[in-house]
């Protein structure tokens, strides 16, 4: 196994299985087949064609596109088409930057192939020239995932909240982090991919933190969504990520990009260039 492999794992998608989903004349997401025709029956709101997905022309405005939406995507979670419902309402716009279109629920979103955006925080200890970070154990009852590795703090962006409002969130929740200490992590960039996951597509952009925190702080969580947490040697960090799967898929990319950023993968590394072009699909 390889650093890479983790790349490979979130570069699973066919094209030809989906069809654009269109908001206002808006490319939005892409919508596999088998799921678009489960839209069709909600005629008043979805346009089903061959090769595309539209919302009704006189759904006009944000608003009551959201209402509409927000009915049928009920109907088709009370029939267990849509699983892990968390009344978390999601953006659906052309760019990170333009407003909303409209809200979905957050479990909806790989199903419309609607880019998805998310906080990751990367918590580590530096002492004595040696670097240790700190490892989340994700819940068995978390819908994706379940029993994962995942970064000390990590979260999806929802509607209406800025990214560092919401990471901040994130620290308290997941981590016990008090917020003058969430408020040192520092912004370091991002990543991006496309993979056909059991959820759906997920076409999601990462930003990701880096936090130093003291060698006596301990995190606790407070939302029932981390079983465990790990303070680790990047060696054994190194040691996980590139030799097994424990890592939830995505966490691993961000730890790949930490390590490059940090010079435990040099540029001398026969994958160096591969992975510098992975993490951004």
Known sequence: MSFFDRIAECSVFDRSRYREFRVDGHEVGLIEAAFAEDLSEFEDVFAVGDDDVTLAADLADAESR???????????????????????PYPVAPSFSAPALFTMERAAVPLFGVRGYGVHMNGIVVKGGATKMWIGK?????PTGPGKLDQLVAGGQPAGMSLKANLIKECEEEAAIPHALAERAVPIGGISYVTERPEGLRRDVLFNYDLELPPDFEPRNTDGEIEAFYLWPIEKVIEVVRDTDQFKFNCALVVIDFLIRRGFIE?????????????HG
């Open 66 to 88: 959201t209402r509409a939406v927000d009915r049928c995507l009920r109907t088709l979670k009370e029939r267990g088409r849509i699983m892990g419902w968390r009344e978390e």
């Open 138 to 142: 994700r819940s068995l009852t978390k």
């Open 267 to 279: 540029p001398d590394h026969p994958e160096y260039v591969d992975l510098l072009k992975g993490l």
